[in-house]
């Protein structure tokens, strides 16, 4: 027996050029596990909420036995999807700052400095082994805008066995500061930090550590420094350079100035109501809560109950915890 289907009981579904798998699935009629599934099939990795265009769309349905089209979008049905920006809802928000720079340079010391915490007493060798993330708001500052103004941490490992994690820091941030001892030069980790940094098209802001060091050169650094296209803006180039001392502490409110004064430049906005959009910054499993990731999120509010998806796996939020 040879069944023969009949498309004109077959019925059409309209969807646009560009469309989230969530609002794709629910168009459909067909669990979004299972178009993440056939997604991947594909040869497509895409989460709940990243967005698929309509020839990828119109393959997948193909296998559900769904026929779609293209809707023409007009004044009157245009709608917002996932990963498809507001403009007229954008809101500033926070930099995401990433520390990256060669071990012993002082990277974790200065997040001591700005968090006024020891990460490095609980840490092995005193080496950081992960990547994690945290907020920092400056209360006191020379210029009144930047008062109270948030910043977006990412610490990442310097030692030169965690270059794939560096590498990940560095795709997920704004600003990178490239700290450089004073004492000790551009090291290999350093240069890997600023190729890093071109590849994903990041500003670097430079900060020469241990100034208070009796051997530190700043000169022969920020020479060192233009090899490699970072030319300080007092030399006639376009890289901020901020001379600090993550022990004592000089000089470290002016790099945060520095960096909020870089973010304006970029003006850096999001849509707060918009569906939560993120990056998983660090996963684990975690006694008495089971599976555990820090997410920086970049879009979007995340509140508690809510559905998420990360690459194949989902489930819904149980607890929220910030930094």
């Not at 997040?111 to 082994?129: F, W």
């Not at 700043?218 to 901020?242: A, C, I, N």
Request: charge should be negative; aromatic fraction near 2%.
């Amino acid at each position: 027996m040879v069944k023969i289907e009949n498309k004109s009981e077959t019925k059409v579904i309209m969807i646009p050029d560009i469309i989230s798998v969530k609002d794709f699935a629910d168009k459909i009629d067909v669990p979004v596990t299972k178009v993440i599934t056939e997604l991947m099939r594909n040869g497509v990795l895409a989460s709940i909420n990243q967005t698929i265009d309509f020839d990828t769309a119109s393959i997948i349905s193909d296998e559900f036995g769904k026929e779609v089209q293209k809707e023409i979008e007009t004044e009157e049905n245009s709608q917002t999807v996932a990963g498809v920006v507001d403009q007229t809802k954008l809101q500033s928000r926070p930099p995401v700052v990433t520390i990256m720079g060669h071990v012993d340079h002082g990277k974790t010391t200065l997040l001591d400095q700005i968090r006024s915490a020891h990460v490095a007493q609980g840490e092995s060798g005193g080496i950081t082994q992960h990547i994690t993330a945290y907020q920092v708001t400056l209360s006191e500052t020379k210029h009144k805008n930047l008062k109270n103004r948030t910043i977006t941490v990412i610490d990442t490992p310097g030692h030169a066995a965690f270059s794939a994690v560096r590498t990940r820091g560095a795709a997920i941030t704004d600003i990178v500061v490239l700290i450089v001892a004073a004492n000790d030069g551009v090291k290999p980790q350093t240069i890997e930090v600023i190729e890093q940094a071109k590849n994903h098209n990041v500003p670097v802001i430079v900060a020469i550590n241990k100034i208070d060091l009796p051997d530190s050169d700043t000169m022969k650094v920020k020479q060192q420094l233009t090899e490699y296209d970072l030319v300080p803006e007092e030399w006639g180039g376009k890289t901020v350079f901020v001379e600090i001392s993550a022990k004592t502490g000089q000089n470290v409110d002016d790099l945060l100035e520095m960096i909020l004064l870089q973010a304006d430049m970029m003006d850096l906005k999001a849509n707060p109501d918009d569906t939560s959009v993120g990056v998983v910054i660090e996963a684990r499993m975690s006694r008495g809560t089971g599976a555990t990731v820090i997410v920086l999120i970049e879009n979007g509010t995340i509140k508690k109950g809510d559905p998420v998806a990360i690459g194949s796996s989902y489930g819904k939020v149980c607890i929220l915890e910030n930094h």
